[in-house]
């Protein structure tokens, strides 16, 4: 029988040839690619699967869902009703009590609202926290309270700024101890030039009885001589906004002081006190007649029962003294000192009843127990606030023409007035909140009109938006809506106007501000960017130590400068990058936060020795008029330099001229604040750098001699020229500051084609840089304002201290009604690092230090002198420090040594220069 054979078979194969298994394709398909590694190309230390590492820098949070409960569900429907809403923010210097008094408010307990881990560490606040909560007034009202509890440390003042910005009133923490400090002076300019309400918050009278020991009349004598310093500092502020028809005041029977101590959870005024006396004792005497006897140099005779003005009897005393400090004394004393039968029975004559185990607590928790009961409720706090500080849709009024960019005449702006919730969606940005895994951020702002809702699609409008350049702009997605509650959070589906809200889903494009508006509404404007009353001026450099994880730890910069609002990050030229901050626990927090929150746990970053920010300066008037030439030869532009008249430039960072007030407006300010001559007065051009630069350009070509529509033809290339020269001095690439640049004289071409900006910008760059070079040039430094709490036995010790550091002390003046004094002066920036540390260790830790930038300061010497010899290792002789600064600096930066002659001069203003003997200096 025939069989057929099989193609191939019993043909010879090769071993290698042979086929024993089924290959990829044939197992998985045609589709599926197959990738072959080489063999332990994983590290050994390093798993194959990683395991989810969950971070968390926060305490333990809650996030309550859409199943509310019966008090949140109430505060969600009196969102509804703006009228009882009030927008608080407490803010006072550091270690004043403010996070221990939001305790007391919330009835918590452990410093509530740090909610960081690394605030709880530190003991201070890093980071504002908001709260929504429901407070009972005196009258039985309840009232929806957002508020902020804000940092107290000088270098944490933006975060303060940040919250008052949405904020319709301010409620100023001071110490009963420590009174007025420097921060309190800074939060109170904030304040102020916002034109927001402020009452005062009078907190820890504790230590008056309990530390100080003070008797109650010199008790008094200290509380009014805190507020009067209070009031004098108001009174001395310039200029007066406009929301203010006279200074505010602060004064008990107004009303707009509460006395509190958060630590044994009692507060209350002058009239909630009267009512105590009127609950009490009965009657129906005027409460309001009352209060209003309870404060200031008014006695009470208990012999006659009657108040008077003037002491009548040497046994009359100050009615504060009788009817509140003396009984407050009393039940501190003899809570402190009695127990038994003692205590019951003094405790029942106050109203107050103790269980047996309550009885036989120690005296601290005993007498906050006793306090607490015997005020009850922060009613008066709240009925203080809700009189002093105006509901959303009455401060939209004067808020909104302050913070919106755009015309109050279009619809957007009107809704926002009226705080109407069926206008168009307008929601303002101020600050983000990063989430427990600090990958990703909350926005949290305030609803300023229409209604916000989640799951919904709305336009996300950039600081730098405008309508001439609206690419700062993009289409996000609200995913949820919370209402911050401390440590709690409640997800809510809408927020209508006049309430603060926290959104998930819209921070990408944020990186300090934002407006939110609907996605149909094309004509909106962006709010106001935030003003801060001090500037970042110390700068550090970071690097990662493995080269391969920049990228990580860029990415981590920038989630710095989305959450600290004056922080700055910038990549010099040489390619390092520059954290910029206000102070050293400043910088130290974002280092904390760049190293273990927002890169990996495996990225280590180098950093150099901070440094200071500078600016470059003149002092004279160019020797010259200097002049520079386009590339192209077609154009030629001629100015001169000289020094800004003293105080203009801060004038003009404070914005207290600006171009858009009009002409006629900016016309007269020069005129009669500064002497200006009418012609100077109207020519001028622009401020610089930005639209508030502390520099001005000036127009001061004479119309004969000039071709006036060619001038004006290339008038936007010669600011942007004068913008880009006064951002980066050639110095050391620092900012101009308080120097004015006088156009004297342009030759334009007639041709569109050879004036365009290419050639007219970096000309204008060039000749700004050659008149301030034969101005001589000075450099700048910044200065702190120091303010030293200290005994008296150290203050030999600090002088000395200071004495080193190049520092100026002012004054040393002791603390009414304490053993301590205040020793004020000023140091500069780049000498104060470490200064803390110094002072502790030689003052035994007595001596307590704030530091605050204040002002620019020249720095001794001549930058541009080559004769000066810098040798390493050695300090700098004062006169030589300013070229100590800029050749440092510039190496730094990675620029040659001295300043380069041929880089600013034309040869034909050379040429000029040595037939006029003028000496460029460098």
């Not at 029988?1 to 298994?21: C, Q, R």
């Not at 303060?160 to 009963?176: F, K, R």
């Not at 620029?895 to 203003?909: H, R, W």
């Amino acid at each position: 029988m025939d069989v057929d054979k099989v193609p191939g078979e019993g043909a010879i194969v090769l071993h290698e040839d042979k086929k024993y298994y089924p290959d990829a394709e044939e197992v998985y398909g045609e589709d599926v690619q197959v990738v072959v590694g080489e063999e332990d190309a994983q590290p050994i230390e390093k798993p194959i699967i990683a395991p989810k590492v969950e971070k968390n820098f926060n305490t333990a949070t809650k996030e309550k869902g859409k199943k509310l409960g019966s008090q949140d569900d109430y505060i969600t429907h009196l969102m509804k009703e703006p009228k009882f809403i009030r927008n608080v923010s407490l803010a006072g210097h550091l270690g004043h009590g403010k996070t221990t008094f939001m305790d007391y408010l919330l009835n918590e307990t452990g410093r509530y609202t740090d909610i960081r881990l690394d605030e709880q560490d530190r003991g201070i606040s890093i980071k504002p926290t908001p709260v929504s909560t429901l407070l009972e007034s005196e009258k039985g009202k309840n009232y929806l309270f957002n508020m902020f509890d804000t940092p107290g440390h000088v270098n944490f003042i933006d975060e303060v700024c940040a919250s008052t910005a949405i904020s319709d009133g301010v409620v100023l923490v001071v110490d009963a101890v420590e009174g007025v400090m420097v921060n309190t002076k800074q939060i109170l300019r904030q304040v102020l030039s916002q034109g927001l309400p402020v009452v005062l918050l009078f907190n820890k009278m504790d230590r008056l009885i309990l530390e100080l020991k003070l008797p109650p009349h010199d008790a008094f004598r200290k509380i009014q001589h805190v507020i009067g310093e209070l009031n004098t500092f108001i009174s001395e502020y310039t200029p007066l906004h406009p929301n203010y028809s006279r200074p505010p005041r602060f004064s008990p029977e107004q009303g707009n002081v509460c006395f509190s101590s958060g630590r044994y959870g009692f507060s209350f005024t002058v009239k909630s006190f009267a009512r105590i006396y009127r609950d009490f004792y009965g009657g129906s005497f005027d409460v309001d007649r009352f209060s209003k006897r309870l404060w200031g140099d008014i006695y009470y005779s208990e012999e006659t029962r009657k108040f008077s003005r003037s002491k009548e009897d040497n046994d009359d005393k100050i009615s504060f003294v009788t009817f509140i400090l003396e009984p407050l004394y009393k039940i501190f004393g003899k809570v402190i000192s009695e127990e038994g039968k003692e205590l019951k029975k003094t405790v029942d004559d106050l109203g107050v009843h103790l269980f047996r185990y309550e009885q036989r607590l120690d005296a601290e928790p005993l007498l906050k127990l006793v306090a607490s009961r015997f005020f009850e409720n922060p009613s008066g706090f709240v009925e203080m606030c809700v009189e002093a500080f105006p509901n959303p849709v009455d401060s939209a009024q004067s808020r909104v023409p302050w913070l919106y960019t755009g015309s109050m005449s279009d619809p957007t702006a009107q809704s926002m007035l009226k705080c109407d919730k069926d206008g168009e969606l307008m929601v303002y940005i101020t600050k983000l909140f990063h989430r427990n895994d600090a990958s990703t951020f909350d926005a949290y702002g305030r609803v300023m009109s229409g209604v916000l809702k989640s799951d919904s699609q709305v336009r996300v409008l950039g600081e730098s938006y405008t309508e001439d350049d609206p690419e700062d702009v993009a289409i996000a997605e609200t995913q949820r809506l919370w209402l911050a509650q401390g440590r709690h959070k409640i997800e809510i589906d809408s927020a209508p106007a006049g309430s603060w809200v926290l959104i998930e889903g819209v921070d990408n494009t944020i990186i300090k501000t934002a407006t939110i508006c609907s996605t149909k509404n094309d004509n909106a404007r962006v709010f106001s960017r935030l003003s801060f009353p001090t500037s970042a001026v110390v700068k550090i450099a970071v690097e990662p130590l493995s080269p391969s994880e920049l990228p990580k730890m860029v990415e981590g910069l920038r989630k710095i400068e989305k959450t600290y609002p004056l922080a700055q990050v910038k990549q010099e030229e040489s390619g390092e990058h520059v954290v910029i901050g206000t102070g050293e626990i400043h910088l130290d927090c974002i280092m904390h936060d760049l190293r273990k929150m927002y890169t990996e746990e495996d990225v280590e970053v180098k950093v150099a020795d901070p440094v200071t920010t500078f600016c470059e300066t003149v002092i004279e008037t160019s020797a010259m008029k200097c002049f520079a030439e386009t590339p192209n030869k077609k154009n030629k532009i001629a100015m001169m330099a000289e020094p800004l008249e003293k105080g203009l430039a801060t004038a003009i960072e404070k914005k207290a001229v600006s171009l858009d007030m009009g002409k006629k407006t900016v016309r007269m300010y020069f005129e009669n604040e500064f002497g200006w001559d009418t012609l100077a007065a109207r020519s001028v051009w622009a401020f610089g750098p930005d639209t508030q630069g502390p520099n001005v350009l000036l127009d001061d070509t004479i119309p004969s001699e000039v071709d006036r529509p060619g001038l004006l033809s290339i008038k936007d290339s010669v600011v942007q020229g004068f913008q880009w020269g006064t951002r980066e001095g050639p110095l050391c690439d620092e900012r101009i500051r308080g120097v004015k640049f006088k156009l004297m004289d342009a030759s334009v071409a007639e041709e569109a084609i050879h004036k365009g900006s290419g050639q007219i910008i970096p000309t204008a760059r060039r000749v700004a840089y050659s008149a301030f070079l034969l101005a001589n040039p000075r450099l700048m430094e910044p200065i702190y304002a120091v303010e030293i709490v200290t005994p008296v036995d150290c203050i030999a010790a600090i002088y000395t201290i200071m004495a080193r550091r190049r520092g100026n002390l002012e004054s040393d003046e002791g603390k009414p009604g304490t053993p301590l004094y205040v020793v004020k002066g000023y140091v500069p920036i780049m000498d104060s690092f470490g200064l803390e540390t110094d002072l502790r260790t030689h003052t035994q830790g007595q001596a307590f230090i704030q530091s605050v930038f204040d002002h620019w300061s020249i720095v001794p010497g001549d930058p541009l002198d080559r004769d000066i010899v810098l040798r390493p290792l050695e300090p700098s002789q004062p006169h030589f420090l300013a070229r100590d600064y800029m050749v440092k600096t510039r190496r730094r930066k990675g620029m040659a040594e001295n300043v380069s002659i041929n880089k600013y001069f034309d040869d034909e203003m050379l040429l000029e220069m040595a037939r006029q003997d003028v000496e460029p200096g460098m």
